[in-house]
């Protein structure tokens, strides 16, 4: 006996009217199914009949149920290359009117399937349906959601969709279960009602067959709700977690809201007591003022859970009236801007391919590759967030000092992020000042000590009770992908009333895509900070870049730990934005991967100790050049005739006159190279008359012997400043 029912034509895929197709199985028909996860799964895979043509009737197909798709194979062994079709059940009608089949239709596309049980065919049925009420919620979610950069954020909304997910899965199990209670009370009244025996034996039947379907759907259910109070147990805690959190942080932000409008209203007071004055900006007072003492908003550390019971962490503040100094004197206004940078183009490989694995001072490279500044103005750029050590000069607390001194250490690569230009190789004996006694109380001095080895000369002294001092060799390789230079030399830091002493050195600076793609820098490696007075230290560890690294990019951690080696302090943050600190109150010891012992640190919430500034407007056309930068090459009166503000290729290439700048520089060199041939001339002429030749020696600065090291170094022996005082430059040698 036939009946009408709709068909699948092979070849067109166009549904037609014809009498149904026999129940005919192919080849291998004799198990039909495969474990598979509950029907309540994300996946479910199996075996079914689906029909092909009447020649060869029902074949025996392996289909994967996935993320709204119902994809069928051949053999499972197809799934890793040939997908023979494809349904998206969002848009599919799912026909189970049929005690047999199941009858999927999307478009012009139909399949006639068929289980080997009635309890296999009831599986896939609760799968497909609720696959397809997935499917159709994530089509509409996906069209009404919104964009969002932020990842906290995103994240709360993911576990939001989740557990909506699961409710409405739990709502679809509902339904069936009502669905199939009422069909399983249904034959249970018919079966109330029997009169014929053979009859009652097919009706049993029919019963057992039910209560069956009723528990796999239950099953399904239960399955269901155990997900869902999983994720809800386990997202609740983190959610209450967040929302103290966010309580916390907007009290505190009120608090720095309050904080900053008083210094505000103080900043326009002076400014209309004082109006006849020239000052520093007021924008960039109040934003030093601003960041040194003011937190933003925290994210979540790694490193620490939050407590309730937060103390202070650094117990010495500024002053109002140190915070507000630079508003009640008269100082020279800076220029805020340089002329544009000029977009000239040069093939960077016509020169660097012959140089792979030559020192980077050896290589003769074009100005176009330079930025306006020279090698000891970068040194200089040091001091941009010299704040941090006024501030760790006035700290009673020598945990708490480290931890401003570590933050120093890492601000002074923030200015690095986007400067992958090449300062200027500076000449044998030239120098550079920057006299900010004024205005913040310090003065630089650095000098070009050496020529070859490349070496400068550092030295800076603070009336606000500290002494900084390094003498600093870059030691560079070209690789052919990437520049790798290393700074050689150690960083002493001297405060004056305590007088602990710091030593630190740098790390490796890396300039990646030097042939192919955007250049940009990374910075990585270990910094120990030592305090000598008191044998505490800090470890710091910059993290190299990773693609495939879940860490934030640009990632500095630290220790900071007494002399007998227990930790006080962690600091984290990133060596280009910020550096935070949190006072540990309770370690352990744990479990790493491995098998490896690992410490976990239990802290306060955490201290902002440093925040990088603004760059100016403009200064993606101005080398990316920081508010000290650019008035770093600003011509001034009154320096030494060796002074980086007067060396003419700089100052050409600044002012845009870049083939000038070339011919410059090449004269300059030219002329270094003169003074270093007679040099050697006279060296080997003593040598030949059995005379001392007295070598090169910078004005300066001499080299002594560091006791702390143990290293020869060269350190200020005076008189720049005291020559400045009387404009007496006469000793200076002319190298320009």
Same mark, same amino acid.
């Given at each position: 006996?036939?009946?009408?029912?709709?068909?699948?034509?092979?070849?067109? $895929?166009?549904?037609?009217?014809?009498?149904?197709?026999?129940?005919?199985?192919?080849?291998?028909?004799?198990?039909?199914?495969?474990?598979?996860?509950?029907?309540?799964?994300?996946?479910?895979? $199996?075996?079914?009949? !689906?029909?092909? +043509?009447?020649?060869?009737?029902?074949?025996?197909?392996?289909?994967?149920?996935?993320?709204? #798709?119902?994809?069928?194979?051949?053999?499972?062994?197809?799934?890793?290359?040939?997908?023979?079709?494809?349904?998206? =059940?969002?848009?599919?009608?799912?026909?189970?009117?049929?005690?047999?089949?199941?009858?999927?239709?999307?478009?012009?596309?139909?399949?006639?399937?068929?289980?080997?049980?009635?309890?296999?065919?009831?599986?896939?049925?609760?799968?497909?349906?609720?696959? %397809?009420?997935?499917?159709?919620?994530?089509?509409?979610?996906?069209?009404?959601?919104?964009?969002?950069?932020?990842?906290?954020?995103?994240?709360?909304?993911?576990? =939001?969709?989740?557990?909506?997910?699961?409710?409405?899965?739990?709502?679809?199990?509902?339904?069936?279960?009502?669905?199939?209670?009422?069909?399983?009370?249904?034959? *249970?009244?018919? *079966?109330?009602?029997?009169?014929?025996?053979?009859?009652?034996?097919?009706?049993?039947?029919?019963?057992?067959?039910?209560?069956? #379907?009723?528990?796999?759907?239950?099953?399904?259910?239960?399955?269901?709700?155990?997900?869902?109070?999983?994720?809800?147990?386990?997202?609740?805690?983190?959610?209450?977690?967040?929302?103290?959190?966010?309580?916390?942080?907007?009290?505190?932000?009120?608090?720095?809201?309050?904080?900053?409008? %008083?210094?505000?209203?103080? =900043? &326009?007071?002076?400014?209309?007591?004082?109006?006849?004055?020239?000052?520093?900006?007021?924008?960039?007072?109040?934003?030093?003022?601003?960041?040194?003492?003011?937190?933003?908003?925290?994210?979540?550390?790694?490193?620490?859970?939050?407590?309730?019971?937060?103390?202070?962490?650094?117990?010495?503040?500024?002053?109002?009236?140190?915070?507000?100094?630079?508003?009640?004197?008269?100082?020279?206004?800076?220029?805020?801007?340089?002329?544009? %940078?000029?977009?000239?183009?040069?093939? #960077?490989?016509?020169?660097?391919?012959?140089?792979?694995?030559?020192?980077?001072?050896?290589?003769?490279?074009?100005?176009?590759?330079?930025?306006?500044?020279?090698?000891?103005?970068?040194?200089?750029?040091?001091?941009?967030?010299?704040?941090?050590?006024? %501030?760790?000069?006035?700290?009673?607390?020598?945990?708490?000092?480290?931890?401003?001194?570590?933050?120093?250490?890492?601000?002074?690569?923030?200015?690095?992020?986007?400067?992958?230009?090449?300062?200027?190789?500076?000449?044998?004996?030239?120098?550079?000042?920057?006299?900010? @006694?004024?205005?913040?109380?310090?003065?630089?001095?650095?000098?070009?000590?050496?020529?070859?080895?490349?070496?400068?000369?550092?030295?800076?002294?603070?009336?606000? $009770?500290?002494?900084?001092?390094?003498?600093?060799?870059?030691?560079?390789?070209?690789?052919?992908?990437?520049?790798?230079?290393?700074?050689?030399?150690?960083?002493?830091?001297?405060?004056?009333?305590?007088? +602990?002493?710091?030593?630190?050195? !740098?790390?490796?600076?890396?300039?990646?895509?030097?042939?192919?793609?955007?250049?940009?820098?990374?910075?990585?490696?270990?910094?120990?900070?030592?305090?000598?007075?008191?044998?505490?230290?800090?470890?710091? !560890?910059?993290?190299?870049?990773?693609?495939?690294?879940?860490?934030?990019?640009?990632?500095?951690?630290?220790?900071?730990?007494?002399?007998?080696?227990?930790?006080?302090?962690? @600091?984290?943050?990133?060596?280009? &934005? !910020?550096?935070?600190?949190?006072?540990?109150?309770?370690?352990?010891?744990?479990?790493?991967?491995?098998?490896?012992?690992?410490?976990?640190?239990?802290?306060?919430?955490?201290?902002?100790?440093?925040?990088?500034?603004?760059?100016?407007?403009?200064?993606?056309?101005?080398?990316?050049?920081?508010?000290?930068?650019?008035?770093?090459?600003?011509?001034?009166?009154?320096?030494?005739?060796?002074?980086?503000?007067?060396?003419?290729?700089?100052?050409?290439?600044?002012?845009?006159?870049?083939?000038?700048?070339?011919?410059?520089?090449?004269?300059?060199? &030219?002329?270094?190279?003169?003074?270093?041939?007679?040099?050697?001339?006279?060296?080997?002429?003593?040598?030949?008359?059995?005379?001392?030749?007295?070598?090169?020696?910078?004005?300066?600065?001499?080299?002594?012997?560091?006791?702390?090291?143990?290293?020869?170094?060269?350190?200020?022996?005076?008189?720049?400043?005291?020559?400045?005082?009387?404009?007496?430059?006469?000793?200076?040698?002319?190298?320009?």
């Amino acid at each position: 006996r036939l009946r009408g029912r709709p068909l699948p034509d092979s070849r067109s $895929g166009v549904v037609s009217l014809s009498p149904r197709p026999p129940p005919r199985f192919g080849k291998g028909s004799a198990s039909t199914s495969t474990a598979a996860p509950a029907p309540g799964s994300d996946t479910y895979k $199996g075996w079914l009949f !689906k029909w092909t +043509n009447y020649l060869k009737g029902y074949q025996r197909r392996w289909f994967v149920l996935s993320n709204g #798709l119902l994809s069928y194979y051949r053999t499972q062994a197809e799934m890793a290359h040939t997908c023979r079709g494809t349904i998206n =059940l969002a848009t599919a009608h799912i026909d189970t009117e049929d005690a047999c089949n199941i009858v999927l239709s999307s478009g012009g596309r139909t399949y006639h399937l068929k289980a080997s049980t009635e309890v296999e065919r009831q599986r896939w049925v609760t799968a497909l349906e609720l696959a %397809k009420a997935k499917a159709i919620r994530m089509m509409n979610d996906q069209s009404d959601e919104e964009p969002t950069t932020q990842s906290d954020r995103s994240e709360i909304q993911g576990t =939001l969709k989740i557990l909506v997910s699961k409710l409405d899965d739990l709502s679809t199990c509902n339904d069936l279960i009502a669905k199939h209670g009422a069909a399983l009370q249904r034959s *249970l009244s018919e *079966l109330e009602g029997l009169k014929v025996p053979l009859e009652g034996g097919e009706k049993i039947k029919a019963v057992n067959e039910r209560a069956t #379907l009723f528990r796999i759907t239950s099953n399904a259910m239960i399955n269901a709700c155990r997900d869902f109070l999983d994720l809800a147990e386990t997202h609740s805690r983190r959610l209450q977690r967040a929302l103290q959190y966010e309580r916390e942080q907007r009290t505190h932000l009120e608090e720095t809201i309050e904080q900053l409008a %008083k210094q505000h209203n103080s =900043l &326009e007071r002076a400014w209309r007591e004082a109006p006849t004055l020239t000052y520093l900006t007021l924008t960039a007072g109040s934003e030093r003022v601003s960041k040194e003492d003011a937190s933003d908003e925290d994210e979540d550390s790694e490193y620490f859970d939050a407590m309730d019971d937060s103390t202070e962490f650094i117990t010495v503040t500024a002053s109002e009236n140190t915070q507000h100094k630079s508003v009640s004197m008269q100082f020279l206004q800076h220029r805020t801007h340089i002329p544009d %940078k000029p977009n000239y183009s040069l093939n #960077l490989w016509s020169i660097m391919k012959n140089c792979i694995g030559k020192e980077l001072s050896k290589i003769p490279m074009p100005v176009n590759f330079n930025e306006p500044l020279s090698m000891l103005q970068r040194l200089t750029e040091d001091l941009e967030y010299h704040e941090l050590l006024d %501030k760790a000069a006035r700290c009673e607390s020598s945990l708490e000092q480290m931890c401003l001194v570590a933050a120093f250490s890492v601000s002074s690569y923030s200015t690095t992020i986007h400067r992958t230009a090449k300062p200027f190789n500076p000449l044998l004996g030239e120098t550079f000042e920057l006299d900010r @006694l004024e205005e913040f109380g310090y003065r630089s001095l650095c000098e070009q000590v050496s020529h070859h080895p490349p070496a400068a000369a550092h030295h800076v002294i603070s009336q606000r $009770g500290w002494t900084l001092r390094q003498e600093i060799t870059i030691a560079s390789k070209f690789r052919g992908k990437y520049l790798s230079v290393m700074p050689l030399g150690a960083i002493h830091l001297h405060f004056h009333s305590s007088g +602990n002493h710091y030593v630190w050195r !740098k790390v490796t600076s890396t300039v990646h895509n030097i042939i192919v793609g955007r250049l940009w820098i990374d910075q990585s490696g270990d910094i120990e900070i030592i305090n000598n007075t008191t044998k505490e230290t800090c470890q710091l !560890k910059f993290t190299p870049y990773s693609y495939f690294s879940r860490d934030v990019p640009r990632k500095v951690t630290g220790v900071v730990a007494d002399g007998e080696g227990q930790a006080h302090y962690i @600091l984290s943050g990133t060596w280009d &934005e !910020k550096m935070e600190s949190a006072k540990i109150i309770q370690s352990s010891e744990g479990s790493g991967s491995e098998g490896k012992q690992k410490t976990v640190y239990q802290t306060l919430p955490p201290k902002l100790l440093w925040k990088k500034y603004l760059l100016p407007e403009n200064a993606e056309n101005m080398y990316y050049f920081s508010s000290l930068a650019l008035v770093l090459n600003e011509p001034e009166d009154g320096v030494a005739l060796t002074d980086s503000r007067l060396r003419p290729d700089q100052r050409l290439m600044e002012e845009g006159e870049w083939d000038e700048a070339n011919s410059e520089k090449q004269r300059l060199e &030219e002329k270094q190279r003169a003074v270093r041939r007679r040099r050697e001339a006279e060296a080997t002429d003593a040598l030949d008359d059995g005379t001392e030749y007295e070598s090169y020696q910078p004005l300066w600065f001499h080299q002594r012997r560091d006791s702390i090291t143990g290293e020869m170094n060269f350190v200020y022996k005076g008189g720049y400043w005291e020559s400045k005082e009387r404009e007496d430059w006469s000793m200076c040698p002319e190298i320009f």
